[in-house]
């Protein structure tokens, strides 16, 4: 580290830019939210449309779109497809508790196994949870049996999805106050 990295005002300027990154991300305005909601709704919706609908130029939506990709609001795009068209009709989710020194060695099999769609290092006994997708109940035993070197496994078997995923709700933007509201008053 150099002497201008160390000193204090460089370490200032620092924290403050994670503060403002962080910051960019929770000052979301009505029309970011809105964008937001309209995508939410139909993700497929062209840049004209959209912009019609939350009452933007199209040019100031795709600027729009652009930062909130580079902040982090919107993480990625992508379609959704059926995993029984593809042949894996079988959800499972897989609780391990790795052995000493095998929590990495998990992360990585998971993230290399293609029928594994979701992994998340939780909290509580089991150190992951896993989602995943098989041919046929037969081949359970051999998904299983990859994690089973690295530790124990719990196994649930999806019998159905009464919530599917789902994005997270947006919250709706009131807007300005509307005018010869008096203050006080409930609406």
Same mark, same amino acid.
């Given at each position: ?18 503060k403002?990154f ?6 979301? %305005? $009505?029309?970011? =939210?809105?964008?937001?909601? /309209?995508?939410?709704n139909?993700? *497929?919706?062209?840049?004209?449309? !959209?912009a ?13 779109l652009?930062r ?13 497809i %059926? $995993?029984?068209? =593809?042949?894996?009709?079988v /959800?499972?989710?897989?609780?391990? *508790?790795?052995?000493?020194?095998? !929590? ?11 029928q ?10 089991d ?10 109940l ?13 530790g ?18 947006v ?17």
């Open positions: 580290m150099t002497a201008q990295e160390s000193s204090p005002f460089f370490l200032k300027q620092i924290r403050n830019s994670v403002n962080q910051n960019e991300k929770s000052a979301l %305005d $009505p029309k970011d =939210l809105a964008i937001l909601k /309209c995508l939410q139909d993700p *497929r919706l062209g840049i004209a449309d !959209l019609r609908q939350v009452e933007l130029s199209a040019p100031t939506v795709r600027d729009r652009q909130l990709v580079e902040i982090g609001v919107i993480r990625r795009w992508w379609i959704e %059926d $995993p029984s068209a =593809l042949g894996y009709p /959800c499972v989710y897989i609780r391990v *508790r790795p052995m000493p020194g095998q !929590l990495n060695k998990i992360a990585a099999l998971a993230n290399e196994l293609p594994v769609v979701e992994a998340h290092r939780v909290t509580g006994e150190c992951f949870i896993i989602k995943a997708y098989v041919r046929a037969e081949n359970l035993d051999q998904l299983l049996d990859r994690f089973l070197a690295f124990q496994t719990t196994t649930s078997i999806v019998q159905s999805s009464p919530v599917p995923q789902r994005g997270m709700p919250p709706v933007s009131r807007g300005p106050e509307r005018r010869g509201a008096r203050k006080g008053l409930k609406r």
